[in-house]
C-alpha cells in the first residue's frame, strides 16, 4: 500500500521562486492536512482540508495556499518562497471517524530556500 | 489554549535501560492523546494511542496511560534497544468539532550499544 505519497522529496528554491508541493492517499481518507517541521518547534499545521472541497486555515498560513484537487490530492502551493520558509513539510491524512482515529504520514519534503 | 508539553531532549541512554518520556497536555473536553515515532529520514508514525481517562495504548514494548488527573501521557519503555534511536512526539485531538492535531516539540532519543 503506498499510503500517502509527497513529492519532490527535496527541493532547492530561490528567494521569490514558485512551486507546488504534491501529496496525494489511496486510503480513501477524508480529512487531510500539511504540517512544517522545524527545530525545536515540533509540526505546526499551516492548512488543512475536512473533505473535499473544503480548505481551513491552520497556526501558520501566511506565504502558503493550499488546493483539494479531490478526495486523494491536497497540494501546498508557495506563491513567492522566502528562506523562512526552509524546513521540512509534511502531508497526513485521516480516515473518517471519530476523534480517536490517528493520522497518517508522507515522508515529507525538505525545502531549502537561498 | 490547547497545548502538548514535552521533555526536551536530546536522552540518551544505553542499551536495556528504562525509558520515560514526559508529555503533559492542556485541552478543553477529552481530547485523544498519541505518540508517534519519527526515524530518520522518514515520515512520523503512529507508535500507540488512547483515547479516554485511564486508557493504556502499548505497542513495541512501548506503553503510556492517559491520566486525567495530572493531564499526562508519559511514555516508557522498560529496555530499550539502538533500533529504538528517534525522535518521539506526543499528540492531541479533539473528539469533535475541529479537525486540528496538536503536536509536542518533539523529544530526540539515541540509545547505545
Known amino acids: 500500500n503506498a499510503g500517502v505519497t509527497q513529492t519532490p522529496k527535496f527541493q532547492v528554491l530561490k528567494t521569490g521562486q514558485s512551486m507546488t508541493l504534491q501529496c496525494a492517499q489511496d486510503m480513501n481518507h477524508n480529512s487531510m492536512y500539511w504540517y512544517r517541521q522545524d527545530p525545536g518547534m515540533g509540526l505546526r499545521l499551516i492548512y488543512y482540508s475536512a473533505s473535499e472541497g473544503t480548505t481551513d486555515k491552520g497556526e501558520v498560513p501566511n506565504g502558503y495556499n493550499v488546493s483539494r484537487l479531490n478526495k486523494r490530492e491536497f497540494s501546498l502551493r508557495l506563491e513567492s518562497a522566502a528562506p523562512s520558509q526552509t524546513s521540512v513539510y509534511f502531508c497526513?491524512?485521516?480516515?473518517?471517524?471519530?476523534?480517536?482515529?490517528?493520522?497518517?504520514f508522507g515522508q515529507g519534503t525538505r525545502l531549502t530556500v537561498v | 489554549g490547547n497545548s502538548v508539553t514535552q521533555m526536551e531532549g536530546p536522552v540518551t541512554l544505553s542499551e536495556e535501560a528504562f525509558l520515560t518520556i514526559n508529555c503533559t497536555y492542556t485541552a478543553t473536553g477529552y481530547p485523544s492523546l498519541f505518540w508517534y515515532v519519527q526515524y530518520p529520514g522518514e515520515g512520523l508514525q503512529l507508535l500507540l494511542k488512547?483515547?479516554?481517562?485511564?486508557d493504556k495504548g502499548s505497542n513495541k514494548g512501548f506503553e503510556a496511560t492517559y491520566r486525567k488527573e495530572t493531564t499526562s501521557f508519559h511514555l516508557e519503555k522498560g529496555s530499550v534497544q539502538v533500533s529504538d534511536s528517534a525522535v518521539y512526539f506526543c499528540a492531541l485531538r479533539w473528539t469533535s468539532g475541529t479537525y486540528k492535531y496538536i503536536f509536542g516539540t518533539g523529544t530526540r532519543l539515541k540509545v547505545l550499544a
Open positions: 488512547a483515547t479516554k481517562a485511564d
Open positions: 497526513a491524512s485521516r480516515r473518517p471517524g471519530t476523534g480517536n482515529t490517528e493520522a497518517f
